[in-house]
């Protein structure tokens, strides 16, 4: 299953990661499953959060990805993502989501 990878967090990818690593990022992002969200639906909140919390390291990111596949619901309380104040909360990171 591909997901579809919105331009907001292709932008927060090349802006955390170096762009040889945001392009493999990305592409990561599109091809992982994610469990619960099969769907079909771009998991935007769930590709950022897991964003802000590699911070830019690829080992992170990868770390990350993988808990990501076991229980999405982890990284979203994780980044501080998982509650109903989550725009707001990427707001105040700089993150315009509208």
Do not use: C
């Amino acid at each position: 299953m591909a997901y579809i990878v919105t331009d907001l967090v292709r932008q927060q990818a090349r802006k955390l990661f170096a762009p040889g690593e945001a392009d493999l990022v990305i592409s990561e992002l599109e091809t992982t499953r994610i469990p619960l969200v099969d769907d079909g639906t771009a998991p935007e909140r769930i590709h950022l959060a897991i964003l802000y919390l590699a911070d830019g390291d690829l080992r992170e990111f990868d770390q990350t990805l993988n808990r990501g596949r076991m229980d999405f619901r982890d990284i979203l309380v994780a980044a501080g993502l998982a509650e109903a104040d989550w725009p707001a909360v990427l707001r105040s990171r700089g993150i315009e989501y509208v």
